[in-house]
């Protein structure tokens, strides 16, 4: 299955003045452990990655392409994307630094009808200690936390 990942740095103003470092990393799930993929990176384009875009970060951290257009005008963004050849089950894991602050957000993914269905997602407006996030997850991917403490 072919997945999306994004790394991204903006300085926007508006809607409100943001600016945020996010470095995406990729990883394959099979056999209780993880795998990190090797994924071939391009530039990113409106045209083809604006949905993709919106789907993975509309609801983690808040931003959409609608908001990074509109604070082009004042600010800057560089993407990008990193295609990779993946299984049934992934796991997304972004070092997010916002206006200073780093964060780490999971992403989780499993193959349902023929594609890969988001099954967690962290957000930042509502994020609980690391612990609790990797034990949830961990359940969801058939994982023991420890397969997921040294991300």
Known sequence: MNVKAFSFSA???????????????????????????????????????????DAEFGDTIQLTVADVVRGLASGEFECNVSECKGGDTLLKVYEVLLNGKSFKLLSAYKLSEGRLSKIYADTLTNLAPWRKRITSVSKLLDLSPQALEGL
């Open 11 to 53: 300085s926007l103003r508006d809607p409100y003045p943001r600016q945020m470092t996010v470095k995406t990393a990729v990883y394959a799930v099979s056999g209780g452990g993880i795998q990190r993929l090797e994924c071939q990176t391009r530039s990113f384009s409106i045209e083809l990655d604006a949905l993709d875009f």
